[in-house]
């Protein structure tokens, strides 16, 4: 988060995009609903 910080303080593109974030995000909420389902493929 420092390095999300410095860059809109510079206006600069931050290492990780938001985009990558997003994504990883999509597959944890994926794996709980696999939980939730008792271990069912969930499609990301």
Same mark, same amino acid.
């Given at each position: 988060? @420092?390095?999300?910080?410095?860059? *809109?303080? /510079?206006?600069?593109?931050p290492v990780v995009p938001? /985009? @990558?974030?997003?994504? @990883? *995000?999509?597959?944890? /909420?994926? $794996?709980?609903?696999?939980?939730?389902?008792?271990?069912?493929?969930? /499609? $990301?």
């Amino acid at each position: 988060m @420092d390095n999300d910080a410095l860059a *809109i303080k /510079e206006n600069k593109s931050p290492v990780v995009p938001g /985009e @990558d974030g997003l994504a @990883d *995000i999509r597959v944890v /909420e994926a $794996i709980f609903t696999s939980a939730r389902r008792g271990g069912e493929r969930v /499609e $990301i």
